[in-house]
């Protein structure tokens, strides 16, 4: 690899350059993106892009693929790039690591590019996590939640969920059970911790016939418990019939739950 203190600055044609190959960003913030060209109008670059020669034409970006489209966006012809010889797998890595020390990447960009890495170079979990600076179990468990069903990572992306509920809700077998879960960790704010004792059975106001706690049975119970002001229990069988129990302690409170539930 050439040395850093080698390396020069160059002048390239945005024509000759490509974006990276295996950049882990998939969004770009457009309005972030429009501030930047205006900066860099008024101000100039003060940060040249990194590149490496193709091996079919031109260059391919390493870092400062949004400083690249800013350029692109004002029109202009060159920008100023250090170019460095990179092995793929290198390219990859040091992809990964600009954007995680910029904050730039989201949960999911973050999880394929680690799922990516392991893919294409065949590095386990700890390789990556060693070159990243990270633990071996994040990587695994970030890797692991691209196995949740698509809605579940839609709910991360527009965040109505975090990854911290996300990689409670893996220990869950059942794809419906994981939805209907997260679906009510959104709208009740369900916080991480109380999700993991909501999965890990700390939590026992209802079983079902088999002896098993439903995890879904009991955020049930508490969602109506808080609408109500009173206390819901719910029983359901196997085949998914069962009753609902609404507990009242007077006359003057069963009228309320009559004007509640009727209104």
Do not use: W
């Not at 860099?40 to 949004?66: H, T």
């Not at 019939?241 to 003057?252: P, Q, Y």
């Amino acid at each position: 690899m050439m040395k850093k203190e080698d390396e020069q600055i160059k002048n390239i044609k945005l024509s000759e350059i490509s974006p990276n190959p295996y950049q882990p960003r998939i969004h770009f913030d457009l309005d972030k993106l429009d501030e930047l060209a205006q900066s860099i109008k008024e101000n100039g670059l003060l940060q040249p892009i990194i590149v490496r020669k193709s091996n079919i034409f031109g260059y391919q970006i390493l870092a400062g693929e949004r400083r690249f489209r800013a350029f692109e966006t004002l029109g202009l012809d060159t920008i100023p790039a250090v170019i460095r010889e990179l092995e793929d797998q290198e390219m990859m890595i040091l992809s990964i690591l600009e954007n995680l020390q910029r904050d730039d990447m989201t949960a999911l960009e973050e999880a394929r590019s680690y799922k990516n890495l392991s893919d294409r170079t065949n590095m386990t979990h700890q390789e990556i996590a060693s070159k990243l600076g990270k633990s071996r179990p994040y990587v695994s468990n970030m890797i692991r939640i691209l196995q949740l069903p698509e809605k579940i990572l839609e709910m991360i992306e527009d965040k109505s969920i975090s990854p911290g509920h996300a990689r409670v809700l893996l220990a869950l077998d059942n794809q419906t059970e994981q939805e209907k879960i997260a679906d009510l960790v959104a709208k009740n704010k369900i916080s991480v911790r109380e999700l993991e004792k909501l999965v890990s059975g700390e939590k026992t106001t209802s079983k079902n016939k088999e002896g098993q706690k439903n995890i879904f049975v009991n955020q049930v119970e508490t969602s109506l418990s808080r609408k109500l002001g009173c206390k819901v229990s719910v029983k359901t069988s196997k085949h998914n019939k069962g009753e609902i129990k609404i507990s009242f302690n007077n006359l003057e409170e069963l009228n309320r739950l009559i004007d509640d539930l009727l209104n």
